[in-house]
């Protein structure tokens, strides 16, 4: 009986530790300012930290892993007089705390033959999961004005 009892209570009791023990997850919206302030500064660095290691990207073209997409988003990742910014619409997780999605629109600013101007470009979707304690993007997807999708 006191067996029984015992083994009741450092079950209950180890439960409790592995609750505790369990890394707390950030807010899904740390992420995203992260997000948008990485585009908006530019900040290369800060821009691959929340790429997950088998990220996909099919914005503005299909690329796959941090350094492809890096690669291919380089034009508005190096210079601050290019760069793309953000709108989140909607921002969701699962119940699990362990997925994410973000959906909203997105503008380029940039130079123009009118001086300097924000242009809305189109509409994106990102798909965001807990890895090692932290968001990362897992997959990020586009359309362009007017329903135009510029990659598949």
């Not at 006191?2 to 450092?10: K, N």
């Not at 996909?56 to 350094?67: D, I, L, Q």
């Not at 921002?91 to 705390?97: L, R, V, Y």
Request: charged letters at 20%; aromatic letters at 8%; proline letters at 7%.
């Amino acid at each position: 009986m006191i067996a029984r009892v015992f083994l009741a209570a450092l079950l209950l009791n180890a439960s409790s530790l592995v609750a505790q023990t369990r890394p707390v997850v950030p807010p899904l919206e740390a992420a995203e300012r992260a997000l948008v302030t990485a585009l908006a500064l530019p900040d290369l660095d800060a821009f691959r930290q929340l790429l997950a290691p088998d990220a996909v990207f099919f914005f503005p073209v299909e690329a796959r892993g941090p350094e492809a997409i890096t690669e291919k988003w380089l034009p508005f990742l190096l210079d601050p007089a290019l760069t793309l910014a953000l709108a989140i619409d909607t921002s969701t997780t699962t119940e699990s705390g362990e997925l994410g999605q973000t959906a909203g629109t997105f503008a380029i600013y940039g130079r123009t033959n009118k001086g300097m101007r924000t242009t809305p470009a189109g509409s994106f979707s990102i798909v965001w999961r807990v890895v090692e304690g932290r968001w990362k993007i897992g997959t990020l997807s586009g359309a362009g004005k007017g329903g135009i999708k510029l990659v598949r």
